[in-house]
């Protein structure tokens, strides 16, 4: 089993459309979490760290449930300008990152 | 606001050839590393370092080296390009793991072709 599995899509939706991505590991012992943004033929940049209680950032939602070792984020009312690859990051004190492979959004007009 | 810097941003090498890909970062950061990413595929890591003079192997660390003589700089050394090495290679720093604040920032890529 794979560190971090993700969907790797493509999800395809309208723009205003809501979207949610999921997201698993394996290390019960992971205590630090985020979701990166990356664009077609760009670096990785952070979107949001995720909490234990969860936390939003405008259209964005992301949450975490240690029980069943799951992330999630989800998108409200996506725009054009949102379609990227959403990369799950997980990891712990003295560890590297691990990234996941990655979800494929495309927002269609 | 530098953050990672990473030169070249594009070459082509011709198989056999050797290079060195520069990074720096303006951050403190005591972490960095180095990534690839293939045409589709995750990142990959290659090699990593947890401060000046220490270094360890990533996942794919074969037909590279590193070397870390400051806080600052992390370069990679391609040692006889082979056409497997066309990628995208980053660099990344962070302060530390662990811990919600403590974040990993990337370049933007060096694109490698070895023909």
């Known amino acids: 089993r794979k560190e971090v599995e993700q969907d790797p899509g493509p999800f395809n939706v309208p723009e205003g459309a809501t979207v949610a991505f999921n997201c698993t590991y394996s290390?019960?012992?992971?205590?630090?979490f985020f979701w990166y943004r990356q664009d077609c033929r760009k670096e990785p940049k952070l979107l949001m760290s995720v909490y234990s209680s969860g936390n939003e950032d405008g259209r964005f939602t992301a949450q975490l449930n240690r029980a069943s070792q799951y992330i999630s984020l989800l998108i409200r009312d996506s725009k054009l300008s949102d379609s990227a690859t959403y990369l799950c990051?997980?990891?712990?004190?003295?560890?590297?990152?691990?990234f996941g492979p990655g979800t494929r959004l495309s927002v269609l007009p | 606001n530098a953050g990672v810097t990473q030169t070249p941003k594009f070459r082509i090498l011709k198989i056999g050839q050797s290079m060195t890909l520069q990074c720096a970062q303006d951050m403190n950061h005591n972490y960095m590393y180095w990534y690839r990413q293939d045409p589709g595929m995750g990142l990959k890591l290659i090699y990593y370092s947890v401060g000046a003079g220490i270094t360890d192997k990533g996942e794919v660390p074969n037909g590279y080296n590193v070397s870390r003589s400051t806080t600052e700089d992390f370069p990679l050394r391609l040692e006889l390009a082979a056409p497997s090495q066309t990628s995208v290679y980053f660099c990344a720093s962070s302060y530390s793991t662990g811990s919600p604040g403590n974040t990993i920032y990337f370049g933007e890529g060096s694109w490698l072709t070895v023909v």
């Open positions: 990051v997980v990891t712990n004190y003295g560890q590297n990152f691990v």
């Open positions: 290390n019960s012992a992971s205590q630090s």
